[in-house]
């Protein structure tokens, strides 16, 4: 069980979820859903629409590295639909079968989406930065964050001691700065793959709409994570400071 579903959880069930906190957690799970049935749909429809030259998605990204004067990151194809990641420790572009062997213009958009994390790299770009730093954080406060959590919920809800949930928050929080951090830099990197593909003549008019439509769908759903982690993050602040009024 993750933070958002032991919040809805306990939401329900002893801990008086006000109908407010109720009704936010079903939009966002709705709109969450929605989002991700659409960019599935997007990334369909626009794996229909060849590339330029009918370049694959690796040589798409390869020609966007070399272009960038980057010669020390490869590119590899990686298991899973749409899991397609930069890692800057191993300096590598993974991107999925489907887009690493793609032929479309769908393939084309994801692969120069990958690379522009790599150009981000290359080049130092501040939000990148910042969020590489925060991993290995955010990776202790995943780990134990949903326990700490539940304890803290359980202990405030039957002795009235907030401690143990105001560390649980404390750790949440970070994984919600983790989010919106993010945002900057997943747009950056879309902004430099439409950029790129434009003008290396990767895109016409009709190729680039989709590109943009393909990557903004994407985005959205950054946009969707980070508003469902504060809203999550800002029902467990209200149970612990309707714990601490209740002492």
Known sequence: MDAFNLAFYYGGYGMGASAMYWILFIGIAVVSFLVQANLKNKFKRYSEIPSYGGMTGK???EKMLHDNGIYDVKVVSTDGILSDHYNPETKTVNLSEDVYSGRNIAAASVAAHECGHAVQHAFAY???QLRSSLVPVVSFSSKWMTWVLLAGMLMISYTGSGTLLLIGIILFALTTLFSFVTLPVEIDASRRAVAWLDKSGMT?????AAAVDALRSAAYTYVVAALSSLATLLYYISIFLGGRRSE
């Open 59 to 61: 040589e798409i990204a």
């Open 126 to 128: 501040g939000p990148l």
């Open 204 to 208: 016409d008019r009709q190729t680039h």
